[in-house]
């Protein structure tokens, strides 16, 4: 009886190791571009976080189509890109309505295909060093090392919040 004791509570243990060393899902990506920082959040906790690159465009929210800038807003991931002249990418899914309707308001195009991204293919070796300078074209930039770690904790469907 004994060893059937030990043999569950061994077994039980061993499970709970398992479970807590997979990682967590994202269940929320927050970005804030002030801070430059890209959070990953499981049920309102953050798990994970990264130093970004914006677009070289400014601070200010994107307005229309080669602003450079990158947007303010509620998205999400609708896809992962794997082949991109980028090192993989993560597609977020600007311009929602609101983006739409103050872009038609202006009477310009409101732009679209940003993305959650590594660097530029072949620039790899730059690694941290990209975040010297803000210089996409309103996409959100991480290291090549870190886009494989977001690739896998982030899913399609993830809500994306952008803030200034």
Known sequence: MNRAKYLWIGLSLATLCFSSASPQKADKVLIVK????????????????YSIAIGRGGLEPKVRKGDHRTPEGNYIIDFHKPNSQFYRALHVSYPNEAD??????????????IMIHGI????????????????????????????DEI??????????????
């Open 34 to 49: 002030h801070t430059h920082t890209l959070q990953l959040l499981n049920h309102g906790t953050v798990f994970r976080t």
């Open 100 to 113: 739409r309707k103050r872009a038609s308001k202006l009477g310009v195009e409101p732009g679209g295909d």
């Open 120 to 147: 530029r293919n072949g620039l790899g070796w730059l690694g941290s060093l990209h975040r010297q300078l803000d210089w996409t074209d309103g996409c959100i930039a991480v290291t090549d090392n870190e886009i």
């Open 151 to 164: 690739w896998n904790l982030v899913p399609d469907g993830t809500p994306v919040e952008i803030q200034h």
